[in-house]
C-alpha cells in the first residue's frame, strides 16, 4: 500500500502563492496517478489537479488553469501543486491522492484513487 503525508497548507492573503507537498511511501509512486483534491465546509469533494507521473502529463480543473500546476517530484517520491493567485474560493482542505492506472492518463473523479493521504488546510483571506 501506499502512504501519503501532505505539508504546505497554510493561511495566505488573496493574490498569494503557497506549494502543498504529498510525500509518498511504501511504494516508488513513479507510475502512478497522483491526485490533489480539495473540500471546503458545505461543499462537494473536488479534484483539482492530477497527473501520471510516468509522463507527466498533468490535468487540471478548470477553476484552477493557468493558476495552479502539479509536478512530480522523483527523486523525493512526492507530487507537489503550486498555487498562484490565490481567491477565497480556493480555501479548503486539500487532499493528496494516488491509483495505479492501466493506462496512461489519470482519471480525475474521487472514486479513482483508494490512497488518500489526511489533508492539509489552506485558507486564504
Known amino acids: 500500500d501506499v502512504q501519503l503525508v501532505e505539508s504546505g497548507g497554510e493561511s495566505v492573503q488573496v493574490g498569494g502563492s503557497l506549494r502543498l507537498s504529498c510525500v509518498a511511501s511504501g511504494d516508488t509512486v513513479s507510475s502512478y496517478c497522483m491526485g490533489w483534491f480539495r473540500q471546503a465546509p458545505g461543499k462537494e469533494l473536488e479534484g483539482v489537479a492530477a497527473i501520471y507521473t510516468g509522463r507527466n502529463n498533468p490535468v487540471y480543473a478548470d477553476s484552477v488553469k493557468g493558476r495552479f500546476t502539479i509536478s512530480h517530484n522523483s527523486a523525493e517520491n512526492s507530487v507537489d501543486l503550486q498555487m498562484n493567485s490565490l481567491v477565497p474560493e480556493d480555501a479548503a482542505m486539500y487532499y493528496c491522492?494516488?491509483?495505479?492506472?492501466?493506462?496512461?492518463?489519470?482519471?480525475?473523479?474521487?472514486?479513482?484513487?483508494?490512497?488518500w493521504g489526511q489533508g492539509t488546510q489552506v485558507t486564504v483571506s
Open positions: 491522492a494516488a491509483y495505479r492506472p492501466d493506462r496512461f492518463v489519470c482519471h480525475t473523479g474521487s472514486g479513482w484513487y483508494p490512497y
